[in-house]
């Protein structure tokens, strides 16, 4: 089966860390960007990092930019999101995508979605 499986999220307080883990099954990430997307209660999903199929290039939203890294193991198949100096502006739904280009810091021409992880921050 052709998925991307997402875990790391969970309940961390203002000023905490968190790392995303987006591991692909059933295709190799070799030829993908990958972005990360999260959905605030009550917003549209929005883009805040896309890294390139080699992992050598990434870009991000000015909203997470200076604290959050996204690497690309592909050995392992796995894209990771950490996320430093949380805010409770940062509390949403995350997905991981695998598609074409980046576009800035947005993925596009989506193949893959990943099925969401919740990240609350919150003291």
């Known amino acids: 089966q052709l998925q991307l499986v997402e875990s790391g999220g969970g309940l961390v307080q203002p000023g905490g860390s968190l790392r995303l883990s987006c591991a692909a099954s059933?295709?190799?990430?070799?030829?993908?960007?990958i972005g990360w997307f999260r959905q605030a209660p009550g917003k549209e999903r929005e883009g805040i990092s896309c890294?390139?199929?080699?992992?050598?290039?990434?870009n991000y939203a000015d909203s997470v930019k200076g604290r959050f890294t996204s690497s690309k193991d592909n050995a392992k198949n796995t894209v990771y999101l950490q996320m430093n100096d949380l805010k409770p502006e940062d509390t949403g739904v995350y997905y991981c995508a695998a598609g074409r280009y980046c576009s800035g810091y947005v993925s596009i021409v989506i193949n893959y979605w990943g099925q969401g992880t919740q990240v609350t921050v919150s003291s």
């Open positions: 059933g295709f190799t990430l070799d030829y993908y960007t």
């Open positions: 890294i390139s199929s080699s992992g050598r290039g990434t």
